[in-house]
Structures are given as structure tokens and as C-alpha cells.
């Protein structure tokens, strides 16, 4: 069952930039705070950005400077920007989403994420 639809996803050179999107897969559900994750072949599921019901942020190290995620929790949508993408970006990113019940200075942990999309594949060719 998809919860969540990922899209946004493609190839790009070194340097270049693409924005994901996220959104319910039905318009059933809504979410207060998103994140993303990403998965290259071979190797465990990564951290990527993620944003708390309040505004909160956190970034995984490779990605500081470089990509930033946004949320309109009126829409229940969630973006990624990536800037300067490198080859090592390349991979599958993974939204997830929650309705957090209480505003919190912290991003959703690991086991409070309520729903998650398919993955859309990014490639950074060099």
C-alpha cells in the first residue's frame, strides 16, 4: 500500500540541482513533519534531512550546506532541494512523513515516522 508519492526524481550532472516532492498518496492523511532518507546500491538506508512539527531541522553531514527540506503542512507536502549534487548523491530517497500531536523542538526519531513512500531515484553522473 503506498502512503506517500515521491516525485521529482532523475538524472543531473555534477553540480546540477533537482527538487523532490511528496505528497499522500490519497488525500486521507495529512502530516506536520517530513524527512528523507536515501539508499544506494549495496549500502544501508541513510539520514538525509528531516523537519519537526515547529519548524525544527536536521541534516545529515553529508548534505549540510548543500540540500534543504521544506514542508506546507497545509497541503501536506514536502520538498528537498538539492544543490551542487556529487556522484556519491546518487541513490533512492525515501519520504516519510508524521502527524505529530505536539509542536517539538526535535525531528520525528526513527520510530515515530507514520508513513512512507516507494523511493523516486536520483543519478549524479560525473
Known amino acids: 500500500q503506498v502512503q506517500l508519492v515521491e516525485s521529482g526524481g532523475g538524472l543531473v550532472q555534477t553540480g546540477g540541482s533537482l527538487i523532490l516532492s511528496c505528497a499522500p498518496s490519497?488525500?486521507?492523511?495529512?502530516?506536520?513533519?517530513a524527512g528523507w532518507f536515501r539508499q544506494a546500491p549495496g549500502k544501508e538506508r541513510d539520514f538525509v534531512a528531516g523537519?519537526?512539527?515547529?519548524?525544527?531541522?536536521k541534516y545529515g553531514d553529508m548534505v549540510k550546506g548543500r540540500f534543504s527540506i521544506s514542508i506546507n503542512s497545509a497541503q501536506s507536502t514536502a520538498y528537498l532541494q538539492m544543490n551542487s549534487l556529487r556522484p556519491e548523491d546518487t541513490a533512492d530517497y525515501y519520504c516519510?512523513?508524521?502527524?505529530?500531536?505536539?509542536?517539538?523542538?526535535?525531528?520525528?526519531?526513527?520510530?515515530?515516522?507514520?508513513?512512507w513512500g516507494q523511493g523516486t531515484q536520483v543519478a549524479v553522473s560525473s
Open positions: 516519510a512523513a508524521a502527524q505529530m500531536k505536539y509542536a517539538s523542538n526535535e525531528v520525528p526519531s526513527d520510530n515515530e515516522w507514520q508513513y
Open positions: 490519497r488525500s486521507i492523511f495529512s502530516f506536520n513533519a
Open positions: 523537519i519537526g512539527y515547529g519548524g525544527s531541522l
